[in-house]
C-alpha cells in the first residue's frame, strides 16, 4: 500500500552564511520528499538511518545507511526516502571543493571519520567563527571529503522519450515480467531500436539496467525492515535464492548482511 510523504519545505536562503552550512534533518515512516530545485552550492546528503533517493534529470542515486549523494551546484535535483530516516546535509560553497572532482552528481562511501566530523559539524551554529577550531574543522571536513571513493549505486536515464515511457513503465513496477519486446510496443517503440539506443544513452543494455534498479528498490526496501522474503517478491524474482545470488553479485555481501556490516 503506498503512503503519503511528507513534503520537506526547501531553504529560502540564497546565499551561504559560511562556506559549510550543516543542516541535519529526520522523518518518520511515512517517507519524504521534495519538489525539484537547484540552488548555487553544492550539496552533500549523507544518509546516517534509513535510504535516500536523489533523482537528476539524468539519473537516480541511491545512499543506503552511511553513504551520501553529492549533487553540485545549479543542478536540478528531487531528494526521496520511502520510510523514516536521518539525513545530514552540508551545502558547500562551490569554490571550497576542487572542481574538477564534483563536477557530477555522485554516491559516495562514507568513511567513520568522515562521519563522525559530519555529527560534529552538525552541532556548530550556521555562523561558526572564522577563526578558531571551527574553522580548523571545517578545513579537516573539506579534506576528508576529497578522500572519499565513488560507489555504483546510481541508475542512468535515456533522454529518448519512447525510453523514458518504457523506464517509467518498469520502475514503478519491478516486479513485472514483461519482456523487453512486449514493453517496447507499450512505449511505441521497437525491440531493436531500444537495444540500440539504450546502451547509446545509458552505458548498459535494458536486461543489465532493470537489474540494477531491481538491486536498488531491493536496498530502499530493505531499508524499511521489510523481510527479504517480501522484497524478492516486490522486485520481480520468483524464488529468495535467486534474490540472494543477484544480490550478492551486486554488492558483494548477502541482503541480511548489508545493513548489518561492521560500520
Given amino acids: 500500500m503506498s503512503k503519503r510523504r511528507h513534503y520537506r519545505e526547501i531553504p529560502q536562503f540564497t546565499t551561504l552564511p559560511r562556506p559549510i552550512y550543516a543542516r541535519p534533518e529526520q522523518w518518520g515512516d511515512m517517507g519524504s520528499q521534495t519538489d525539484w530545485h537547484s540552488h548555487p552550492w553544492g550539496q552533500f546528503s549523507y544518509a546516517a538511518t534509513g535510504v535516500l533517493t536523489v533523482l537528476t534529470r539524468t539519473a537516480r542515486y541511491v545512499a543506503p545507511p552511511q553513504y551520501a549523494i553529492w549533487v553540485p551546484a545549479r543542478v536540478a535535483h528531487q531528494v526521496l526516502s520511502l520510510g523514516s530516516a536521518k539525513m545530514r546535509s552540508l551545502y558547500i560553497d562551490e569554490n571550497t571543493l576542487d572542481r574538477y572532482r564534483w563536477l557530477e552528481p555522485q554516491v559516495l562511501e562514507v568513511t567513520n571519520l568522515l562521519r563522525e566530523l559530519i555529527i560534529k559539524f552538525c552541532r556548530q551554529r550556521a555562523d561558526w567563527p572564522w577563526h578558531g577550531p571551527e574553522h580548523r574543522l571545517a578545513d579537516v571536513l573539506v579534506d576528508q571529503l576529497n578522500e572519499l571513493k565513488a560507489a555504483r549505486l546510481q541508475l542512468p536515464l535515456p533522454r529518448d522519450r519512447r525510453l523514458q515511457t518504457l523506464c517509467e513503465m518498469v520502475q514503478n513496477n519491478p516486479a513485472d515480467q514483461s519482456t523487453m519486446p512486449q514493453l517496447a510496443s507499450k512505449a511505441g517503440i521497437s525491440a531493436r531500436s531500444v537495444s540500440r539506443l539504450f546502451h547509446q544513452q545509458t552505458g548498459m543494455s535494458f536486461r543489465q ?44 555481501v548477502t541482503p541480511g548482511r548489508y545493513f548489518n556490516r561492521d560500520l
Fill in 209 to 252: 539496467w532493470r537489474q540494477r534498479l531491481r538491486m536498488l528498490h531491493a536496498l530502499d526496501c530493505l531499508g524499511q525492515k521489510e523481510n527479504v522474503t517480501e522484497v524478492a517478491l516486490i522486485c520481480g524474482y520468483e524464488s529468495v535464492s535467486a534474490f540472494v545470488a543477484a544480490f550478492r553479485e551486486q554488492f558483494g
